[in-house]
């Protein structure tokens, strides 16, 4: 029998009124994966998520997690998720504990609430009103509700919101220790830095559309732009200049009075130094520098550098 | 069962709300009232029943009360968990949305039958400690079939809450039902009783405006009293059987519910 995928989303689309929200998403999610969903706000990463909690219905294709159709196995599969939604509310008038005890009741399962609760840092709060807590202790809050009866496939749509850099830094780590556990992990994001930190894969969406999907090292050699090298020279001139930006894999060359900065795609830097000194330029020093995620990110996402 | 979960998450919720206290004062203060005008007057005033019958006395007010507090009690169950987004963390359990329906009516029939009997006997105790007499079973009986009117309004306005995504709608259309049963109904069965004659078309038969008027869920109400305080019926056709208005009560009980329900289970969660 061939193992069942944790999420498969099958050429599905979803129009809200004259907003096309997703636009033939195929993707698919291993069992024992991280999988980071980035793209920038607003460019469908929930309404991909509300598909797969039953939410709404897509308009077009299917979806399904874990082997259930995401619409009409809805309950028995949110059997078997741990889920934080988005642009959720806590009951203002249950306590901690009391909200745990509804998810566990809600799952028929017998757990450790306590232990969940310090586990996301909340026992001094177990026996208050989530009504008083912070917006951050209520991403917590809902998070150990998440990994209550531990789920199969945690399911979590910006789960950082509201968390400070700090409990940022836990939530991940309580990440990594499920998916050690075997537990499937399908986050969204718009930061990167999360995404980077914890997935094995990486999708990103954008107006509606899966334009990219491969791990961060893939996405990283992948993307047109690789790192920026900088040579401090006894002097620039124009045959230099000329010599390197002829080279392959050079993007760009911005020439100073002792210095030139150098945008590789893949290019090498021995080639764009022995083709400086070639044309007698003397090198005293260079460093390069890897292109960062964010600039990553901006590559795939903004659509003047991507426009096609 | 998952219905349980949602039963008991809703009782706390609901419960702890100054808006279920507000109520539980509010019955306290509606039975002493009522207890306290009719041990001056000796009556209530719109009452139409025989003196010295505090139970008979109880039924018109009650009418009026209990599917007022009926609706204020439910109708911003499922359509305020929507608008609040509570239901996104509800609906991320293994909940199906019918499970959530019935968990909140029954919570809160629960949580208005609690206060309800709280206000019942506190005016029992008021008339029976200023030396009133008043015949237990008969007030039970009346008090009971009130609480079931009220569960029926609670269906009505939860049937409503979950049948619209809009609040406005919502609380237009609960209320409205309201005053529709409370002070409409002859009104209207009159007017389409003289539009169909003015229309040419043979008014509608005795019966049938019989059937009409006891299509009320207020007016069903009022008939299954008139059993337990022995008050008479005043009408010859089969409408006016207790048989039928309980039938009625069933209806307007499960039927907006039943709407209100399959809606819900379609809707779109955005």
């Known amino acids: 029998m061939p193992s069942t995928l944790a999420i498969d989303y099958r050429d599905v689309s979803k129009q809200f009124g004259d907003v096309t929200a997703l636009r033939n998403l195929d993707l698919t999610v291993e069992q024992g994966e991280i999988y980071g969903f980035l793209g920038p706000n607003g460019a469908g990463k929930s309404t991909a998520i509300n598909i797969l909690l039953g939410f709404f219905p897509p308009t077009d294709g299917r979806a399904t997690a874990l082997g259930y159709d995401t619409q009409t196995e809805s309950t028995a599969l949110r059997k078997r998720l741990g889920v934080l939604p988005d642009g959720f509310q806590v009951y203002d008038r249950l306590t901690g504990t009391e909200h745990l005890e509804l998810a566990a009741e809600s799952k028929a399962v017998d757990s450790d609430l306590d232990r969940l609760l310090a586990r996301v840092g909340l026992e001094e709060a177990a026996d208050r009103n989530a009504g008083g807590y912070s917006k951050g202790m209520t991403q917590r809050l809902v998070f150990a509700m998440a990994l209550v009866g531990d789920p199969d496939l945690l399911i979590l749509d ?22 050690d556990r075997g537990t499937t992990v399908f986050f969204s994001s718009h930061i990167l830095s999360q995404v980077e930190a914890v997935c094995d894969q990486v999708g990103i969406l954008r107006d509606g559309r899966l334009i990219a999907e491969d791990s961060i090292q893939g996405l990283r050699k992948a993307v047109d732009t690789g790192s920026v090298l900088t040579v401090d020279v006894d002097s620039v001139t ?20 002792r210095r030139m900065t150098v945008s590789l795609n893949g290019g090498s830097k021995t080639a764009v130094l022995e083709a400086l000194e070639s044309t007698g330029v003397e090198v005293h020093d260079f460093s390069t520098e890897e292109q960062s995620l964010e600039d990553l990110f901006t590559a795939y996402t903004d659509t003047e550098v991507r426009s096609q | 069962m998952t219905l349980s979960a949602v039963f008991r998450a809703d009782l706390r919720q609901t419960g702890r709300s100054w808006r279920l206290r507000g109520l539980g004062a509010a019955f306290v203060f509606f039975f002493l009232g009522t207890a306290a005008i009719f041990t001056t007057l000796g009556r209530l005033p719109g009452g139409a ?18 599917p007022l507090v009926g609706v204020l009690v439910g109708y911003r169950a499922i359509i305020g968990e929507r608008v609040s987004g509570t239901i996104r963390l509800l609906l991320s359990l293994p909940q199906g949305r019918v499970e959530v329906v019935l968990g909140k009516l029954f919570s809160r029939i629960t949580l208005v039958s609690i206060t309800a009997t709280l206000g019942a006997t506190v005016g029992y105790a008021f008339l029976f400690f200023i030396g009133g007499s008043i015949g237990v079973l008969e007030y039970v009986s009346v008090t009971a079939l009130a609480m079931l009117l009220q569960a029926t309004f ?49 008014p509608l038969g005795k019966a049938l405006t019989e059937f009409a008027f006891g299509i009320n869920p207020i007016v069903s109400f009022s008939r299954l009293t008139s059993l337990a305080v022995g008050a008479e019926s005043r009408l010859e056709t089969v409408w006016g059987e207790p048989w ?27």
């Not at chain 2, 003196?51 to 009026?64: E, H, I, K, Q, R």
């Not at chain 2, 208005?245 to 209806?251: D, E, N, P």
């Open chain 1, 158 to 179: 910006e789960p950082s919101s509201g968390l400070d850099p700090n409990g940022a830094r836990e939530m991940r780590e309580i990440i990594l220790q499920e998916n």
């Open chain 1, 238 to 257: 124009d045959e230099s200049v000329t010599a390197v930006a002829a080279l392959d894999g050079v993007s760009d060359v911005e020439p100073g009075r």
């Open chain 2, 49 to 66: 029943s025989e003196p010295g019958n505090y139970a008979a006395a109880l039924v018109s007010p009650l009418g009026l009360f209990c």
């Open chain 2, 154 to 202: 609670i269906a009505i306005s939860i049937g409503l809450s979950a049948g619209s995504d809009s609040e406005p709608v919502v609380v237009a259309a609960s209320l409205g039902s309201v005053l529709l049963f409370t002070t409409l109904w002859g009104t209207v069965v009159r007017v389409v009783e003289g539009l169909l004659a003015a229309a040419g078309i043979d």
């Open chain 2, 244 to 270: 039928f208005a309980a039938l009625v009560l069933l209806c307007w009980f499960t039927v907006p519910l039943g709407i209100g329900s399959r809606r819900f289970k379609r809707a779109a969660l955005s």
